[in-house]
């Protein structure tokens, strides 16, 4: 396994996602940000925020498999939410959930949210990047 994941004593631990993340592996693995957008091109849950966090998530997934990998390997997420306000986070996070699920794993990776004001496309509510690390 190329990646740990720690929470250093002196910073809080969150729930949803590790401080800190030591790459070990030798192959850098970029994941273009990722939409609610299903095999097809089709838009997953036009108006749901948790859909289509779960989507986004799923994709992620999608991509690391492809290329040998899976959520253990993520070393950062970067996560693009239209409109964030606090109280979009039980949606935020129950997305999260719904993917994990799915994924059969729990994507804890530390992890940056940004607010934006929109996305490339009008209905797409979410965007999620991945930087991943693997072993050769």
């Known amino acids: 396994m190329a990646i740990t994941l720690v929470n250093p004593s002196g910073l809080p631990e969150i729930g949803a996602y590790r401080q800190v993340s030591v790459a070990t592996g030798s192959k850098l693995v970029f994941i273009a940000g990722q939409v609610a957008w299903d095999a097809d091109g089709t838009t997953v849950g036009a108006g749901d925020l948790a859909a289509q966090v779960e989507q986004c998530y799923v994709n992620i997934g999608t991509a690391l498999t492809a290329v040998g990998g899976t959520f253990e390997d993520v070393a950062k997420l970067t996560v693009y939410v239209v409109d ?39 209905d797409h509510l979410v965007e999620v990047e991945a930087t991943a690390v693997l072993d050769s």
Request: hydrophobic share 50%; charged share 15%.
């Open 84 to 122: 964030w306000t606090p109280e979009k986070l039980p949606l935020f996070l129950e997305g999260v959930a719904r993917a994990a699920a799915r994924l059969g794993t729990t994507p804890v990776p530390p992890g940056t949210l940004v607010g934006v004001a929109a996305l490339g496309v009008p």
